[in-house]
């Protein structure tokens, strides 16, 4: 999956590290393999909403940028919590941000502002996260895949 993962990866500035910080430190949450997707998709994306007019489709334009950031920040905040109840409930709401991507990303190419190779990727990568969301809510659940 690290493939996956790197797909649409681009090299980031490092950061300059102040007192005892190690630059080695890993969070829990950046070892989740759907952050790392989400993460990579929400970059993908918003480089595709930098190509649009700035005077053109304002509103949504700020929806598909809140909604596409706030995948890969709820799955974050759900990790950061003491019980896995709430981290399902956050992958939960992750996976509602991912659904209306799915759907303005769906606008969007309808309104020609994506292309339909752009499209089709924002959609494939969508579904591999809602896959990945929909395993790792089941296995804190306890519970096998189920078939939707």
Known sequence: MTNKVNEFSQKLPQPSHRGHQSPTYVFP???????QM???LADYVLGLLDQIPLNKHFRLV?????AVTSISQN????KGRQYKKE????????????YEMITLNEV?????????EES??????????DRKLNGLMNAIRGRKRQIQ
Do not use: H, N, P, T
């Not at 949450?29 to 952050?35: M, S």
């Not at 700020?62 to 809140?66: A, D, K």
């Not at 990727?121 to 996260?129: M, P, T």
């Open 29 to 35: 949450f950046e070892k989740l393999d759907v952050w």
């Open 38 to 40: 989400s993460v990579e």
């Open 62 to 66: 700020s929806q598909m940028e809140g």
């Open 75 to 78: 799955i974050a905040e759900g």
């Open 87 to 98: 981290f399902v409930q956050y992958l939960s709401i992750a996976q509602g941000s991912l």
């Open 108 to 116: 969007f190419r309808r309104r020609k502002l994506f292309s339909e």
């Open 120 to 129: 089709k990727a924002v959609r494939d990568w969508g579904e591999e996260i």
